[in-house]
Nanobody, 127 residues
């Protein structure tokens, strides 16, 4: 079956940078739109960024716009999230997600449109 394998993350200081990666394994004959969500302690999971199947479309939450960059990797169904100028409020567990059916910007931000999820990666920003 389809699995999303995440790597990267960890601990960084305020103003520092981290990079997250995610790769789809299993049934990869389809090309997936891919996204990152995050969940901070005591809060609901929230949308961070999305990239379209061919990398032609990207979308960001206002809270990360200008600091985070999503990109598709050279291998099919891989995605990275470069996180710069990190802030304490970026501390969260970050989840990669993949989908086959999103056609609107609104849907990109909604968890229910995603078919597969990664295991989560902790990102901690210290001040």
């Amino acid at each position: 079956q389809v699995q999303l394998v995440q790597s990267g993350g960890g601990l960084a200081q305020v103003g520092g940078s981290l990079r997250l990666s995610c790769a789809v394994s299993g049934r990869t004959y389809s090309t997936y739109g891919m996204a990152w969500f995050r969940q901070a302690p005591g809060k609901e999971r929230e949308f961070v960024s999305y990239i379209g199947k061919n990398g032609e479309i990207s979308h960001y939450a206002d809270s990360v716009k200008g600091r985070f960059t999503i990109a598709r990797g050279s291998a099919k169904n891989t995605v990275t999230l470069q996180m710069n100028d990190l802030k304490p409020e970026d501390t969260a567990v970050y989840y990669c997600a993949a989908e086959l059916s999103i056609t609107s910007t609104h849907a990109m931000e909604l968890e229910r449109w995603y078919d597969y999820w990664g295991q989560g990666t902790q990102v901690t920003i210290s001040s």
